[in-house]
């Protein structure tokens, strides 16, 4: 007896959804998904950090080797600006993008809050107001199966894909679910591992965005 394994629908975990297609958006899905629908996508909204220096002083910003940008980063330019001199170290005070003060770190620490580094002192002190800039790109803007590991934005749920798709070679230009919407748990595609807790959190981050878990 041959025994044969349904696979998913398009739509099959849509509970509810607003009048036409107002809860759905066509986006890019990144080359190297292959991907059933009712997957649980994110997007890669973040990109990569670059720093600059202005005033006095010659040490050094070293950013994190591992997790540069932080899930919680915003797109633009942080500042971390030397609010009080010392030799051979200082405090700098970290802002960001909306002049948001996020803390302040001294001279050899680490300083941990959307984005990580370390800033070391140089032959010639910092002096007050002396600043370095760190620039966190936008992301591609694609959309990929959620990835809890990522830093880029594809470690927050942020919609869920309307049927199977196939870009393990090429991007593909796909529809998604996206707010104004209910959609079915048991319908939903995860990443492997994936534990209840995780999930709970993933689907609070749908809910952000007005896609519902039932």
């Given at each position: 007896?041959?025994?044969f394994?349904?696979?998913?629908?398009?739509?099959?975990?849509?509970?509810?959804?607003?009048?036409?297609?107002?809860?759905?958006?066509?986006?890019?899905l990144?080359?190297?998904?292959?991907?059933?629908?009712?997957?649980?996508?994110?997007?890669?909204?973040?990109?990569?950090?670059?720093?600059?220096?202005?005033?006095?002083?010659n040490?050094?910003?070293?950013?994190?080797?591992?997790?540069?940008?932080?899930?919680?980063?915003?797109?633009?330019?942080?500042?971390?600006t030397?609010?009080?001199?010392?030799?051979?170290?200082?405090?700098?005070?970290?802002?960001?993008?909306?002049?948001?003060?996020?803390?302040?770190?001294a001279?050899?620490?680490?300083?941990?809050?959307?984005i990580?580094?370390?800033?070391?002192?140089?032959?010639?002190?910092?002096?007050?107001?002396?600043?370095f800039?760190?620039?966190?790109?936008a992301?591609?803007?694609?959309?990929?199966?959620?990835?809890?590991?990522?830093?880029?934005?594809?470690?927050?749920a942020?919609?869920?894909?309307?049927?199977?798709?196939?870009?393990?070679?090429?991007?593909?230009?796909?529809?998604?679910?996206?707010?104004?919407?209910?959609?079915?748990?048991?319908?939903?595609?995860?990443?492997?591992?994936?534990?209840?807790?995780e999930?709970?959190?993933?689907?609070?981050?749908?809910?952000?965005?007005?896609?519902?878990?039932?």
């Open positions: 007896m041959t025994t394994t349904e696979g998913r629908h398009a739509g099959e975990h849509i509970v509810s959804q607003a009048s036409g297609t107002r809860s759905r958006d066509v986006v890019t990144a080359m190297g998904n292959n991907l059933a629908a009712g997957t649980v996508l994110g997007k890669a909204s973040i990109g990569a950090a670059s720093t600059s220096f202005s005033g006095t002083g040490g050094t910003i070293t950013m994190d080797a591992t997790t540069p940008v932080l899930p919680t980063a915003k797109v633009g330019d942080y500042t971390a030397c609010i009080t001199a010392a030799s051979d170290g200082g405090i700098f005070r970290v802002e960001d993008p909306d002049g948001y003060v996020l803390g302040d770190v001279v050899g620490g680490t300083f941990s809050d959307d990580k580094f370390v800033i070391a002192d140089g032959a010639t002190d910092f002096t007050v107001g002396a600043k800039t760190i620039t966190v790109a992301g591609s803007g694609k959309y990929g199966a959620l990835d809890l590991d990522a830093t880029n934005g594809l470690q927050i942020a919609a869920v894909l309307y049927d199977n798709v196939d870009a393990t070679d090429a991007d593909a230009t796909v529809v998604v679910t996206s707010r104004d919407s209910e959609v079915a748990i048991h319908a939903l595609t995860w990443p492997d591992g994936i534990d209840n807790d999930k709970d959190a993933a689907l609070a981050q749908l809910a952000t965005v007005g896609i519902i878990g039932r």
